[in-house]
């Protein structure tokens, strides 16, 4: 047992002694410092929401640098998701002679099914709307923003971003994908996206308002 999840504590009468104890976040080293601003600059300019929880304790102590929850509004009391975080270290402590960082989480698959239901009762997905390849690291905050928005609007949509994009491209004809949109650094500077229709080969260049307005009501 992580002997920081006393920081963690539930019990109403030990929320004061806990509010006087230090905050993490001021005590970060330079390297965890930077690492963590990269994190939150990233998060942010993929427009994820996020609050800070200085308080936050994962139960198992491999976690390093980060970790994290998600929540969801409709689940009352207890309304975590998903939860973990991120461990550098775990793979040579059990054996590994490669340094292999690494994330994960746990997810509570009844309330996960609980929110798909309420989201989306009529729907069963089997097809993959649009898959969004990324070209360039510059490139993937705005593939992430226009994926958020889509799947807003009910669509099912991946993002690629590891490879050249012959390779992003029969990824996402392995995966199905119905459409394929090109985001690189040359799209971003135009102001408009490659949309590929993968049934007929067919391509347009499109805004994003038009990108909008082209899957509004799929």
Do not use: W
């Amino acid at each position: 047992t992580n002997p920081l999840r006393v920081l963690d504590c539930k019990i109403p009468e030990d929320q004061p002694l806990i509010e006087t104890l230090p905050s993490i976040l001021d005590h970060l080293c330079p390297a965890c410092g930077a690492h963590f601003g990269a994190l939150r600059r990233g998060l942010e300019q993929r427009g994820i929401f996020y609050r800070l929880l200085p308080r936050l304790v994962r139960g198992l102590d491999y976690y390093t640098r980060t970790t994290f929850e998600i929540v969801h509004g409709t689940l009352g009391a207890q309304n975590s998701v998903l939860g973990g975080g991120r461990y550098d270290g775990l793979a040579e402590e059990l054996g590994s002679k490669v340094p292999a960082p690494g994330i994960g989480f746990s997810i509570g698959e009844d309330r996960l099914v609980m929110i798909l239901e309420q989201s989306q009762p009529e729907r069963a997905r089997h097809v993959l709307d649009l898959f969004v390849a990324a070209l360039g690291e510059a490139a993937e905050p705005e593939a992430a923003r226009i994926a958020r928005e889509l799947r807003r609007r009910g669509l099912a949509v991946e993002v690629g971003s590891e490879g050249r994009l012959k390779r992003l491209m029969d990824l996402a004809n392995r995966l199905g994908a119905r459409f394929v949109l090109i985001v690189g650094d040359e799209e971003i500077a135009a102001g408009g996206y490659s949309l590929k229709d993968m049934a007929s080969g067919a391509q347009q260049r499109l805004r994003r308002d038009e990108l909008l307005k082209r899957f509004s009501g799929k």
